[in-house]
């Protein structure tokens, strides 16, 4: 059985069309070849934001505390569809106890993991949506621990200490922006 290393990820252009199709190995070893990849930030009814802390064994940004969860769809692959599987695998959350996701926008980075050597050259498709119901139950393979935060007790921890959290993070919760709000509601005392 292949590992996710081995799985296949759709190569684009400078525009987002797709232009085939390698491994995400071959994908993230420098200097990379440009990608789609989408984030998934979860929210709770009271604004708060599901973060995780990416296990051990990641080949890229391990250790560090990121969005809800985020991966690769396949070649031709729906981007909901595919972040939706990987919500269930990463965090154990079905899409029974999430509100749809909806996707709010596109984040274009590169980014260099100086522990591993590898690569991120991605166009990441952001989705945003509410826990309904549930708890999540990460895999330990995938995530290390989890935490609901405050988007504000994020910016602040991503400017005091960049180097704790993914280097899309940032980007990441830009594109969601205002979206949040609609998705999540108003924070109580708001």
Do not use: I
């Not at 590992?3 to 190569?11: F, I, M, P, S, T």
């Not at 504000?152 to 200490?161: D, M, P, Q, S, Y």
């Amino acid at each position: 059985m292949p590992g996710r290393e081995d799985l296949a990820v759709e190569l684009v252009d400078e525009a987002g069309a797709a232009v085939g199709s390698c491994s995400v190995a071959e994908a993230h070893t420098a200097p990379g070849r440009t990608h789609r990849a989408f984030s998934v930030l979860l929210y709770d009814g009271a604004g708060r934001v599901l973060l995780q802390r990416r296990a051990a064994g990641k080949t890229r940004f391990a250790g560090r505390w990121s969005n809800t969860c985020c991966g690769h769809p396949g070649p031709g692959e729906d981007v909901a569809g595919a972040a939706a599987r990987r919500l269930a695998a990463e965090m154990g959350l079905t899409p029974e106890q999430t509100a749809p996701l909806t996707e709010v926008g596109v984040l274009p980075y590169q980014a260099a993991d100086p522990a591993s050597g590898r690569v991120e050259r991605e166009w990441d498709h952001v989705l945003v949506g509410t826990l309904a119901d549930g708890t999540p139950a990460p895999d330990p393979a995938e995530v290390s621990e989890y935490a609901w935060v405050w988007p504000a007790e994020v910016r602040a921890g991503l400017a005091a200490r960049p180097g704790d959290y993914s280097p899309w993070l940032p980007g990441v919760l830009d594109v969601a922006g205002d979206s949040t709000a609609a998705v999540a509601g108003p924070r109580p005392g708001a």
